[in-house]
């Protein structure tokens, strides 16, 4: 909640005037409570989660053959009837498990100072606080990960979601209560060590989603921005042969790069 009573007062306290996005930002928060800005996060869970995969859907349905050539692994087919129960699982565990978990977690975003209010922060924060996020979430998810394929975490958590042998983009956060718990912990642990402003927050986590929804669509496009804008990007095609290799996989833990793999020597490509 932003104390301030009107525009001018906002500009007193910023010592300039505010921009255009400041001014949205005043107008839309300045009478929120700053947990309810926080829930913010679970609705755009559900929203971009709902979103993000359809046009794999879309094109998996269809089964256009100039399309399916990009298709990871052609010979398996899903219909809409998989894709669906599998959305609807997830989002049980959305709402059982990752709601619940945004909730409790509210206290500790103001604690670490996850901030709502002005000024906003500006591109060059947002984009080297972003970098910064998916660098530590990328190393910490990596030896998460491949402690999940040891005998006992594969057995009793991360079975669940190799159910997918053949990855889809519903199926990115399917996985077992546990491992939403246990994954999530890198998630959060970039914000904790640089916190930002709530904005760069939302980004983050609505970023990471849409990444993971690539990296299980089963399809590898020539034409994904994200292959040539982000470096040592892992992609679809590398961690679709994680998900076929399954209980045996023993290569390719790391969530969007693959210099972890590559350095421990757990890289494997073919």
């Known amino acids: 909640m932003l104390e ?9 306290a910023v010592g300039r005037k505010l921009t255009v996005w400041e001014e949205l930002w005043l107008n839309y928060s300045a009478k929120k409570h700053d947990f309810i800005l926080h829930f913010h996060n679970i609705l755009f869970l559900f929203l971009f989660y709902s979103l993000a995969p359809l046009p794999y859907m879309w094109i998996e349905l269809i089964q256009s053959k100039k399309i399916n050539k990009y298709k990871i692994q052609p010979k398996v087919q899903r ?3 998989d894709m669906f129960k599998c959305y609807k699982d997830v989002m049980k565990t959305f709402i059982l498990v990752a709601g619940p978990l945004q909730i409790l977690s509210y206290p500790t975003t103001k604690w670490i100072g996850i901030r709502t209010s002005l000024p906003l922060p500006s591109k060059w924060e947002m984009f080297w606080q972003l970098c ?16 999940l394929h040891t005998k006992w975490g594969y057995e009793k958590i991360h079975h669940v979601h190799h159910e997918y042998t053949t990855p889809i983009g519903f199926a990115a956060p399917y996985a077992h209560w546990a491992e939403i718990f246990i994954l999530g912990i890198p998630s ?33 496009f020539p034409w994904s921005l994200t292959k040539w804008v982000i ?17 045996r996989s023993r290569s390719n833990f790391a969530s969007v790069f693959t210099y972890c793999d590559y350095i421990y020597g757990t890289d494997k490509r073919d």
């Open 4 to 12: 301030y009573l009107n525009l001018e007062a906002a500009e007193a």
């Open 79 to 81: 219909t809409f009837s």
């Open 132 to 147: 910064v996020y998916f660098i530590i979430e990328d190393y910490c998810h990596y030896w998460m990960h491949r402690w």
């Open 188 to 220: 959060f642990l970039g914000p904790a060590l640089v916190p930002g402003h709530i904005i760069t927050y939302w980004l983050w986590f609505i970023l990471r989603q849409l990444e993971a929804v690539e990296t299980h669509s089963g399809y590898e």
């Open 231 to 247: 470096p040592f990007y892992g992609g679809a095609k590398y961690h679709d042969y994680h998900h076929y290799v399954g209980s």
